[in-house]
């Protein structure tokens, strides 16, 4: 499910593109991407950005590229040698970014920055575009399917890092599990990671330890391990 949502994060590249140029104005673009410290093969939202790149660089010859973080210092510099290459748009691909994005942007008021899942209010740069989604929605529909779904009335949340985004994931899928059945417990612990796949592992173990039959994620690359 974490996977499908962040997916459209691949479909906004496109409709952004489609929406601004025609195929030969887009041709002559550069847009780049910098991932968080999930990778480009995080299987995830970092993942879906770089193929929906890749998809407006068939559909529309844009010239496109990415810079990997590794971790979170990595984000500054990423964001500047992108802004020093000369591209048209740089995406932030995940909240985490949100300070380097906004010192960089008003480093650069000419340059044109675009980041996901978050958002500066009335605060945002002129130049940048925040692009945020109604986590707990999707969450909430899948919560009701595993309340109904569970024969031991025992369910489980593993949540990457503990930031008010996660938290809309996790507040979505309780809200729909307890609808669907209020007898059902949810067991819930964050990994403090969006990468350690074997502490996804561990703590997704324990809950079906304790008697948990279904598992829902949303933690990046913990949720391999999941």
Request: proline share 3%.
């Amino acid at each position: 499910m974490e996977k499908f949502r962040f997916a459209l994060s691949a479909v906004l590249v496109l409709i952004f593109i489609a929406g601004l140029m025609t195929v030969g104005q887009a041709a002559e673009m550069k847009i780049a991407m910098v991932t968080d410290v999930g990778g480009v093969n995080d299987q995830s939202f970092n993942q879906s950005a770089w193929e929906g790149l890749k998809r407006a660089e068939k559909d529309f010859g844009i010239k496109v590229a990415y810079k990997e973080s590794k971790q979170d210092a990595d984000y500054a510099p990423n964001m500047e040698t992108l802004t020093d290459a000369g591209y048209d748009l740089i995406w932030g691909i995940g909240f985490l970014m949100g300070d380097a994005i906004k010192e960089t942007a008003e480093i650069n008021p000419d340059q044109k920055y675009a980041i996901i899942d978050f958002s500066y209010g009335p605060e945002t740069p002129k130049n940048i575009a925040c692009a945020v989604f109604q986590e707990e929605e999707p969450s909430f529909l899948v919560g009701y399917i595993a309340g109904k779904m569970t024969k031991n009335n025992k369910v489980g949340f593993v949540g990457g890092i503990k930031f008010p985004l996660i938290e809309k994931f996790e507040y979505g899928y309780m809200a729909g599990v307890k609808l669907a059945n209020p007898d059902v417990e949810v067991l819930r612990q964050y990994a403090e990671s969006f990468t350690d796949a074997a502490k996804g592992k561990a703590i997704t173990n324990n809950m079906y330890q304790q008697g948990a039959d279904i598992v829902f994620h949303a933690s990046g690359g913990v949720g391999d391990g999941v």
